[in-house]
C-alpha cells in the first residue's frame, strides 16, 4: 500500500485498535490469569503470544463472516456457557483454596506448572468464554465487516496490535509488582479477588443458560 494512502485509512486502524482495547482491558478470567502468570514469571511470553494470535484470529474470522455462522448454531452457546462456568468455578475454588492455605503465600512457594498446563489453561480461559465469541467474532466483525474491503486490514491490523500490547503489558509488567507480592499478604488478596472474579463469572454464565 502506498504511504500516500495511509492517512486516509488511518481511521480504520484506530477505530479497530480502540475497539479492541475497550473489550480486552477489563477484568475477567482470562487477564487474572494472565496477570497471575506473570507475577511468578512463568511462561510469559508463550502465553501472551497464544492470547494475542487468538484474538487477532477470532477478530479476522469474524470480520470474515464466522460470526454470522455461529448465530446459526443451536446450542453452541449454551454449551460453551455450561462448559465455561464448570472450568471457571473449579478454577476459582483454587484460587480460594490457596488463599486459605497458609504455607503456599509467598512468591517462592507458588506452585509450578509445565508449559503445556499454561497453554491448556489459557486455551480454556480464552475458548471457553462465550463472551470471547460476542466481543471478537461477533462485535468486532460486525464492525469491521461493515468497512469498506479495502479498509479492513487495518481494522484488524489495529485491534491484533491493541489485543497484543495489552497481554504484552499485563504479562510482563507483572514483574515491577513482584516486590509487592513478596508479601504473603498480596497472594492472600490475590487469590481472593481471583477467586471471587471466577466464581461470579461462573454464576453470571449460569444465570445467562438458564435464561436462554
Known amino acids: 500500500m502506498s504511504t500516500a494512502l495511509l492517512p486516509a485509512f488511518a481511521p480504520a486502524f484506530a477505530k479497530g485498535f480502540a475497539l479492541s482495547a475497550g473489550l480486552i482491558v477489563a477484568i475477567g478470567a482470562q487477564n487474572m490469569f494472565v496477570l497471575r502468570q506473570g507475577l511468578k514469571r512463568e511462561h510469559v511470553a508463550p502465553i501472551v503470544l497464544f492470547c494475542a494470535l487468538a484474538d487477532a484470529t477470532l477478530i479476522i474470522a469474524g470480520v470474515n463472516g464466522l460470526g454470522a455462522v455461529l448465530a446459526l448454531v443451536p446450542g453452541l452457546s449454551l454449551a460453551l456457557s455450561l462448559g465455561g462456568a464448570a472450568f471457571l468455578a473449579w478454577y476459582g475454588v483454587s484460587a480460594l483454596r490457596r488463599a486459605a492455605n497458609p504455607e503456599a503465600l509467598a512468591l517462592a512457594d507458588q506452585p509450578s506448572i509445565t508449559l503445556g498446563a499454561a497453554l491448556a489453561g489459557t486455551a480454556a480461559f480464552t475458548f471457553l468464554n462465550p463472551h470471547v465469541y460476542i466481543d471478537t ?76
Open 137 to 212: 467474532v461477533m462485535l468486532m466483525g460486525a464492525v469491521g465487516a461493515s468497512l469498506p474491503t479495502g479498509e479492513r486490514p487495518l481494522f484488524m491490523a489495529g485491534a491484533a496490535l491493541a489485543s497484543l500490547s495489552w497481554f504484552s503489558a499485563l504479562g510482563f509488567g507483572a514483574r515491577f509488582l513482584v516486590p509487592l507480592f513478596a508479601r504473603p499478604a498480596a497472594w492472600r488478596v490475590l487469590d481472593l479477588v481471583i477467586g471471587a472474579v471466577m466464581l461470579l463469572l461462573a454464576a453470571s454464565l449460569l444465570v445467562g443458560a438458564a435464561g436462554r
